[in-house]
């Protein structure tokens, strides 16, 4: 346990459904991050949410909607997803904001989606 | 464009020592991170370098060369439990982590 928790583990959806990736975290950080990996490929950074603002947006195209009601809290809505969004969804949280130096994150242990 | 490379991936033996190199480049450093990620698991923090030379945490050393933008990361007696991805990320002049695509390390006996 990393004190960043994420649920489903798993997730199949079909390209019409709606659900939702959650995120949990008990360390008391004020920073939390959405992050894609794919197989043999670099993190990709998707949101960062400051003290419940999200102050980064990397192009995420709009079928994925984060969502952060408080500083422990992290949702990302999914719908109309496809094929190639089949990913596993890090959550990952830090004491301070991203814009600040020797930032150490703190992962949850994913979401693995796969859109049929 | 800012780019990190490390070798797909890598084997050795159990007991043995094994380097992963790491280079970078980016727009401007803040700094350079070792992550570990057994599969199906959560990525866990492992070193930070900003400053040239060789940190040791126990079994794991990381070295960092802001001259060469290089780094490594060097394990000795190696586990079973060592097999994992190991990713290296740098964190560039805007405080945005560049990361690479990881390496994966397999552990024989």
């Known amino acids: 346990e990393t004190g960043v928790t994420q649920t489903p583990r798993h997730l199949v959806m079909g390209m019409t459904n709606k659900k939702s990736l959650k995120c949990e975290q008990h360390?008391?950080?004020?920073?939390m991050y959405w992050y894609k990996q794919s197989a043999k490929k670099p993190l990709e950074l998707m949101f960062v949410y400051n003290f419940k603002e999200q102050t980064e947006n990397n192009s995420v195209p709009s079928r994925f909607s984060p969502e952060c009601p408080n500083s422990s809290h992290l949702f990302l809505h999914l719908h109309t997803l496809q094929p190639e969004d089949s990913a596993l969804y890090l959550c990952a949280s830090s004491q301070e904001g991203i814009r600040t130096g020797a930032t150490r994150y703190t992962f949850g242990s994913g979401t693995r989606l796969t859109v049929v | 464009g800012q780019n990190i490379d490390q070798p797909t991936e890598m084997t050795a033996t159990e007991g043995a020592i094994v380097q992963i190199n790491c280079t970078y480049q980016?727009?401007?450093?803040?700094?350079l991170f070792w992550y570990q990620q057994h599969a199906g698991e959560a990525p866990t923090f492992l070193s930070y370098n900003v400053l040239d030379g060789l940190e040791e945490k126990g079994r794991f050393s990381s070295f960092l060369s802001r001259s060469k933008g290089y780094s490594y990361l060097l394990l000795k007696e190696l586990q079973m439990k060592d097999s994992a991805s190991y990713l290296c990320a740098v964190m560039d002049s805007n405080y945005q982590l560049i990361w690479g695509a990881g390496t994966k390390l397999i552990i024989k006996p």
């Open positions: 360390l008391g950080h004020n920073a």
């Open positions: 980016t727009s401007g450093f803040n700094g």
